[in-house]
């Protein structure tokens, strides 16, 4: 039975009733995941809707501003703006995390990023850029799959068990490979941090370190980049500023 993550980090199957309101934010979170126009072959291929269905949830989209055509290709349109706008101005977590971000950047001279875990994916809320012409960076916004790099082993380090198993199990069909996984998360874990070396862009190291809220659940992470050239010989340093500035944000999270 194959199964998934609703944005709340709750597991969900394949078995679960579609709705139409399902329909149409699978398109729209397909939209946003890609981060560029996409046809409507590419909609149907990501999704799996028939091409009536998909020409149906695109008219709704499209009518309430939250998707635009061009030339046969499909983008947010401006309402899905005003969403994000929005979660900038309300959003509990970048609103508490950014001045401890920025100090990390400015303490550190290189990037940092804030992510989150949904729907198997790392998705990036909010980025402060090294200054350094030569830097490391996640775009705001974008996502990648929920598997390589020190950001997604953190965020799965610390997802609830039965939530991790379930993303293991889609990962990692061999047992071998799954139990080695499970071994290394469970490592992060108990350190309180994890790093990687090129894991998923060539040339790049990264430290991330886990954000706890008031009920000690993780809800996300904070990730350091540099380029590894960089980093070398100041990998120590770099991850104890990243470990001291998530509790910092854990402390005022813990305080709202």
């Not at 996502?143 to 293991?168: E, F, M, N, Q, T």
């Not at 190291?205 to 980049?225: C, K």
């Not at 540099?226 to 500023?241: F, H, K, S, Y």
Request: neutral net charge.
């Amino acid at each position: 039975m194959r199964e998934f993550f609703d944005t709340g980090g709750m597991l969900m199957s394949a078995s679960t009733p579609v709705t139409t309101a399902d329909r149409v934010l699978q398109v729209l979170a397909m939209l946003a995941q890609q981060g560029r126009a996409l046809s409507a072959v590419e909609l149907m291929e990501h999704t799996g809707l028939a091409r009536s269905t998909l020409y149906r949830q695109l008219a709704r989209l499209k009518r309430w501003g939250f998707v635009l055509e061009s030339d046969g290709y499909y983008a947010p349109g401006p309402l899905s703006l005003q969403l994000a706008l929005g979660f900038d101005l309300a959003s509990h977590l970048v609103r508490h995390a950014r001045a401890d971000l920025q100090a990390l950047a400015l303490q550190s001279h290189e990037s940092v990023g804030l992510v989150v875990a949904v729907n198997d994916n790392v998705i990036c809320l909010d980025m402060v850029e090294s200054q350094q012409s030569l830097r490391c960076s996640f775009e705001k916004g974008r996502s990648v799959p929920l598997g390589a790099g020190a950001s997604a082993k953190c965020l799965l380090a610390h997802l609830p068990d039965s939530i991790r198993s379930a993303a293991l199990d889609r990962q990692y069909p061999v047992s071998s490979d799954w139990a080695a996984a499970r071994s290394e998360l469970q490592a992060i874990c108990g350190a309180g941090f994890a790093v990687t070396a090129g894991e998923v862009d060539p040339g790049v190291w990264g430290v991330s370190a886990p954000l706890f809220g008031t009920t000690r659940q993780a809800v996300g992470a904070i990730t350091l980049m540099a380029p590894i050239l960089r980093a070398q010989g100041q990998e120590q340093a770099l991850v104890g500023m990243a470990v001291v500035a998530a509790a910092r944000i854990s402390r005022r999270l813990g305080l709202h």
